[in-house]
């Protein structure tokens, strides 16, 4: 079954340190790829995505995230946290074509420590 | 700007009634979707929509219901028979489908008193 995997529920860190959230999936075909962030009583917003190309992708926010095909998994990074990063993170998964439904994990809580 | 705008952000009914909750895109989006959020549980997907006067049933459909007669629009009613619907909901929209990003609205939070 296609599924999203994301570990962590809870993650806490200071100020100024690196950031790592895990993702691993599940998807018989070629996964098209998401990380979103969500802060409290907000919609979610991209941060970034993977389709095809560079395994390393950049986006917002100072985050980036690299697609590892071989360990089925798309890890968001960020090498220097902000307070204002403490959100809740989601991973997703899409499908090149075919399909209108998109697959979430339960995403992962991040708080910041001062 | 474009967006997507959802309405009421909160909103209180009393056990027994309908609520619609709205959801209005002009990003010239086809694809548009409800999903429900439940602390902990991520995101389930209660409706979504391909194109204009079409919709599928999503993973948690029971006790809701949609519409799609405009292309920007894709209102949600929460009937009666949902048994538990105190949540947060999610309108989002994509251009081509799950090979595009989603955009997100803001969110309402029902809830039953």
């Known amino acids: 079954a296609q599924s999203v995997t994301q570990p962590d529920i809870h993650i806490t860190v200071s100020e100024g340190a690196s950031l790592e959230l895990r993702c691993n999936y599940s998807y018989g075909a070629t996964p098209y790829l998401f990380w979103y962030v969500q802060s409290p009583g907000q919609g979610l917003q991209l941060l970034l995505k993977y389709f095809s190309g560079d395994t390393l992708v950049q986006g917002i926010k100072g985050f980036e995230a690299e697609f590892k095909r071989s360990q089925s998994s798309f890890n968001l990074r960020k090498p220097s946290v902000h307070w204002s990063d403490a959100a809740e993170y989601f991973c997703?998964?899409?499908?090149?074509?075919?399909?209108?439904?998109?697959?979430f994990g339960t995403g992962t809580r991040l708080k910041v420590l001062a | 700007d474009g967006g997507i705008t959802q309405s009421p952000k909160y909103l209180f009914r009393k056990e027994g009634q309908n609520v619609t909750l709205s959801c209005e895109q002009n990003l010239n989006h086809d694809a548009m979707y409800w999903y429900r959020q439940d602390p902990g549980q991520g995101l389930r997907l209660i409706y979504y929509s391909q194109i204009v006067n079409d919709f599928q049933k999503g993973d948690i459909a029971e006790g809701y219901s949609v519409s799609r007669e405009k292309k920007e629009s894709f209102p949600l009613t929460v009937t009666s028979a949902q048994k538990n619907p105190t949540a947060f909901y999610l309108c989002?929209?994509?251009?081509?489908?799950?090979?595009?990003?989603?955009?997100f609205g803001q969110g309402t939070r029902l809830t039953v008193v």
């Open positions: 997703a998964v899409g499908r090149a074509s075919g399909t209108y439904k998109y697959i």
């Open positions: 989002a929209s994509s251009l081509g489908g799950a090979s595009t990003e989603a955009f």
